[in-house]
T-cell receptor, first 118, second 113 residues
């Protein structure tokens, strides 16, 4: 149980285009999803917290208009990188926290999406 | 604010050597503590966790004990294998109600045959 998927696993796009990344909890309902960014050989940086049915809460320094987050259902959150530029190239990882029980007490991580902007 | 400090890597060991990766934390209250492992090109996998003082988390030969008196959660394994080569992250979940994780910087482990 507690499987989180991400799609796509990798994407290459041209500068100026927008890219959408999906994060799904496959076998549990996730009230909260988190989006992280990881640079090579560095730790995870929390970008935003996404609660189902409400606006995402962004961490300091993260541009809300560039990284659009939508948590439309209890099993799906999306991150859209708008007008992507090469400096947005990174590994994006989502995680999900469930509604109840053990699923509520920890985050379950997706496999990550590698974005390369040319 | 809450924080996690991990020993810097990389750590290079021979197969069957003993492993210790140090992790200390600063937090108000009683955080839950985690160790995650990340293999090349992949996301994070939970290795073990502990939710209260003196708890010992264990999995796949790895162990870590929640030491409140020293605010530590050191990861240990008695005999490492080449397949253990990965990056290990210590994390805490502290802020009540937010369920946010604070991660350490990660420690890269390389095990040589």
């Amino acid at each position: 149980g507690a499987v989180v998927s991400q799609h796509p696993s990798w994407v290459i796009c041209k500068s100026g285009t927008s890219v959408k990344i999906e994060c799904r909890s496959l076998d549990f309902q996730a009230t909260t999803m988190f989006w992280y960014r990881q640079f090579p050989k560095q730790s995870l940086m929390l970008m935003a917290t996404s609660n189902e049915g409400s606006k995402a809460t962004y961490e300091q320094g993260v541009e809300k208009d560039k990284f659009l987050i939508n948590h439309a259902s209890l099993t799906l959150s999306t991150l859209t990188v708008t007008s992507a530029h090469p400096e947005d190239s990174s590994f994006y990882i989502c995680s999900a926290r469930g509604v109840a029980g053990a699923y509520r007490d920890e985050q379950f991580f997706g496999p990550g999406t590698r974005l390369t902007v040319l | 604010g809450d924080s996690v400090t991990q020993m810097e890597g990389p750590v290079t060991l021979s197969e069957e050597a003993f492993l210790t990766i140090n992790c200390t934390y600063t937090a108000t209250g009683y955080p839950s503590l985690f160790w995650y492992v990340q293999y090349p090109g992949e996301g994070l996998q939970l290795l073990l966790k502990a939710t209260k003082a003196d708890d010992k988390g264990s999995n796949k030969g790895f162990e870590a004990t929640y030491r409140k008196e020293t605010t530590s959660f050191h990861l240990e394994k008695g005999s490492v294998q080449v397949s253990d080569s990965a990056v290990y992250f210590c994390a805490l979940m502290g802020l009540v109600g937010t369920y946010k994780y604070i991660f350490g910087t990660g420690t890269r482990l390389k095990v040589l045959a």
